[in-house]
């Protein structure tokens, strides 16, 4: 089965401009999750999605950030504007089973973000 | 919060030595446990899971952990290192009801 694609794998743009990520879960995956790692530090949760809808979205730093997943199919975060301290490596994942169960999740290879 | 820490950012073991990466968790109560690893320009990838059953736990690549409760420990073992297994190692426990929290993840290094 395909896993999970994240794209751009890379994205350097200037403070104050808007970027947007996408992550296309596997297919069946109704949960989807995204999380960033700032410059080396831990892997921070930012939501979660059930199906089309936040389930979760406790992580979120800021209203800067604004993720969505019409159709519950595949998800965007958006960062508008972008500041420095966003940079970092944003990471999707998807799982079968909900937040309580015991699956792990299966990551993106994540989208590395540089704002400059 | 359940949280887990990783003791060591970095560990450096010789090809064939013995691979050790400790990770311990806060929890009133026996939490899911899960190893993942990060090999250079990839995705995490689950190495293995505890969830209540065996407490020795088995995972890819001869890697292994043990949930010890007593200890709040679940620490990360392989008897002989492989230069393949350079990479970053990550803990992370699953609340109940609540996405994964990880560790601050440590970095192995094999030297030949």
Redesign the interface.
């Known amino acids: 089965e395909a896993g999970v694609t994240q794209f751009p794998s890379h994205s350097v743009i200037e403070k104050g401009q808007t970027v947007t990520l996408r992550c296309d879960p596997i297919s069946g995956h109704d949960n989807l999750y995204w999380y960033r790692r700032v410059m080396g530090k831990e892997i921070k949760f930012l939501l979660h999605f059930v199906k089309e809808s936040k389930q979760d979205e406790s992580g979120m730093p800021n209203n800067r950030f604004l993720a969505e997943r019409t159709g519950g199919t595949y998800s965007t975060l958006k960062v508008q504007p972008a500041e420095l301290e966003d940079s970092g490596v944003y990471f999707c994942a998807s799982s079968q089973q909900s937040a309580g169960g015991t699956d792990g999740y299966t990551f993106g290879s994540g989208t590395r973000l540089t704002v400059v | 919060a359940q949280s887990v820490t990783q003791l060591g950012s970095h560990v450096s073991v010789s090809e064939g030595a013995l691979v050790l990466l400790r990770c311990n968790y806060s929890s009133s109560v026996p939490p899911?446990l899960?190893w993942?690893v990060q090999y250079p320009?990839?995705?995490?990838?689950?190495l293995l899971?505890y969830?209540s059953a065996a407490t020795l736990v088995k995972g890819i690549n001869g890697f292994e952990a043990e949930f010890k409760k007593s200890e709040t420990s679940f620490h990360l073992t392989k008897p002989s290192a492989h230069m393949s297994d350079a990479a970053e190692y990550?803990c992370a426990v699953?609340p109940?009801?609540?996405?994964?929290?990880?560790?601050?993840?440590t970095r192995l290094q094999v030297q030949p």
């Open positions: 899911y899960f993942y320009n990839q995705g995490l990838q689950l899971k969830t990550f699953r109940g009801g609540r996405a994964l929290t990880f560790g601050s993840g």
